[in-house]
């Protein structure tokens, strides 16, 4: 029993280690487009920020370079913002997110620090993709030279579907796992004891 609970734990294991995840840092002091092969399945987007991840060099990003005409740190004219957009080869946003939309009723931000906390508590960001695909992260601006920062997230597979009628590796593993303990035990009641 205690070879099984061992087994099944490594199995496990295994299981978790194959989920992707990935730190991607998308910088605006330049044209982006980052792109990023994914299989089918759902994704999450989660904000991570820098000196607070590893791997993650930004906070949020000011595509003017400085701060101003804020109420109370927000709405300001000039100003941080934590935003993403992930579209297809036809360019169709497939998931996106911008802390400065009107909806959220927050605008630009005084610090890159306010806009990623805003960014954190809306997310994380999930979204499905029927098939396998090349996707890409995209931003333009029509000056980079007076654009600081960038935006750093964590893209991890959530779930992948398993294809039809053929189990996933890790569900035959622990289905072999399984017979295999009861095949085990079996045996053991079987053979006699001998004195």
Same mark, same amino acid.
């Given at each position: $029993? @205690?070879?099984?609970? =061992?087994? $099944?734990?490594?199995?496990?294991?295994?299981?978790?280690?194959?989920?992707?995840?990935? *730190? =991607?840092?998308?910088?605006? &002091?330049?044209?982006?487009?980052?792109?990023?092969?994914?299989?089918?399945?759902? %994704?999450? =987007?989660?904000? /991570?920020?820098?000196?607070?991840?590893?791997?993650?060099?930004?906070?949020?990003?000011? /595509?003017?370079? &400085?701060?101003?005409?804020? !109420?109370?740190?927000?709405?300001?004219?000039?100003?941080?913002? %934590?935003?993403?957009?992930?579209?297809?080869?036809?360019?169709?946003? *497939?998931?996106? #997110?911008?802390? +400065?939309?009107?909806?959220?009723? &927050?605008?630009?931000?005084?610090?890159?620090?306010?806009?990623?906390? *805003?960014?954190?508590?809306?997310?994380? #960001? !999930? #979204?499905?993709?029927?098939?396998?695909?090349?996707? @890409? &992260? *995209?931003? +333009?601006?029509?000056?980079?030279?007076?654009?600081?920062?960038?935006?750093?997230?964590?893209?991890?597979?959530?779930?992948?579907?398993?294809?039809?009628?053929?189990? !996933?590796?890790?569900?035959?593993?622990?289905?072999?796992?399984?017979?295999?303990?009861?095949?085990?035990?079996?045996?053991?009641?079987? !053979?006699?004891? @001998?004195?």
């Amino acid at each position: $029993m @205690r070879r099984l609970a =061992i087994a $099944m734990g490594l199995a496990l294991g295994v299981l978790s280690a194959s989920a992707s995840a990935e *730190i =991607i840092n998308l910088p605006v &002091f330049e044209k982006l487009d980052h792109e990023v092969a994914l299989q089918a399945g759902t %994704w999450q =987007i989660t904000p /991570v920020k820098e000196k607070e991840t590893p791997g993650a060099n930004y906070t949020a990003y000011n /595509v003017w370079g &400085f701060s101003s005409g804020c !109420t109370d740190g927000l709405n300001c004219t000039n100003g941080y913002r %934590w935003a993403y957009e992930l579209v297809d080869g036809a360019d169709n946003v *497939i998931s996106s #997110f911008n802390t +400065s939309a009107s909806a959220l009723g &927050f605008g630009n931000t005084e610090s890159a620090e306010t806009a990623f906390d *805003i960014a954190r508590d809306a997310g994380p #960001f !999930t #979204f499905t993709l029927e098939t396998a695909q090349t996707l @890409r &992260f *995209i931003y +333009s601006d029509s000056r980079y030279d007076d654009n600081v920062g960038g935006v750093s997230l964590d893209l991890s597979l959530l779930q992948s579907p398993p294809p039809s009628g053929v189990p !996933t590796p890790g569900t035959a593993l622990l289905l072999g796992l399984g017979l295999a303990a009861l095949a085990g035990g079996a045996a053991r009641r079987r !053979t006699p004891v @001998r004195a």
